[in-house]
Nanobody, 127 residues
C-alpha cells in the first residue's frame, strides 16, 4: 500500500527558509497530482500548493503564494516544498497528499479530492 512520509520540518527563525519533502513508498507517486496542506488549530486543511503529474503545472494557495515553490523528482518518488520568508503564522503541521487523477485542476484545494495522506512534518517559526 502506498505510504507518504514527510520530512524536513523543524524550528526556523522568522524570515528564514526551509525545504520539506514527501517521499512515496510501497508504490509510486507517478500518475497522480501531489499537494501540500497545512494543519493548524485554526484551519484543519489549509491548501498550500499542488503539482500536476500530467504537465507539471503548479498551483498555489493564498496563504503562502509567492513564498513557496513546489517541485518533484519522479526518480526519487519525492515532492518538495521550498518555503521562504517564513513568519510565525506559517507554523503548523505540513501534510503531503496524493490526489485522484494526474492533474491538480481548479478545485485542487478541496482536501476531499485526495486519496492518500502522510502524517505530516511540523514546522515551527519562532525566534
Amino acid at each position: 500500500q502506498l505510504k507518504l512520509v514527510e520530512s524536513g520540518g523543524g524550528l526556523v527563525q522568522p524570515g528564514g527558509s526551509l525545504r520539506i519533502s514527501c517521499t512515496a513508498s510501497g508504490g509510486t507517486r507517478e500518475g497522480r497530482a501531489m499537494a501540500w496542506f497545512r494543519q493548524t488549530k485554526e484551519k484543519a486543511r489549509d491548501p498550500i500548493s499542488c503539482i500536476s503529474d500530467s504537465d507539471g503545472s503548479q498551483y498555489y494557495g493564498d496563504s503562502m503564494k509567492g513564498r513557496v515553490t513546489i517541485s518533484r523528482d519522479n526518480a526519487e518518488n519525492t515532492v518538495y516544498l521550498q518555503m521562504t520568508d517564513l513568519t510565525p503564522e506559517d507554523t503548523g503541521l505540513y501534510l503531503c497528499a496524493r490526489k485522484w487523477g494526474a492533474h491538480c485542476g481548479d478545485a485542487w484545494y478541496h482536501s476531499s479530492a485526495y486519496t492518500n495522506w502522510g502524517r505530516g512534518t511540523q514546522v515551527t517559526v519562532s525566534s
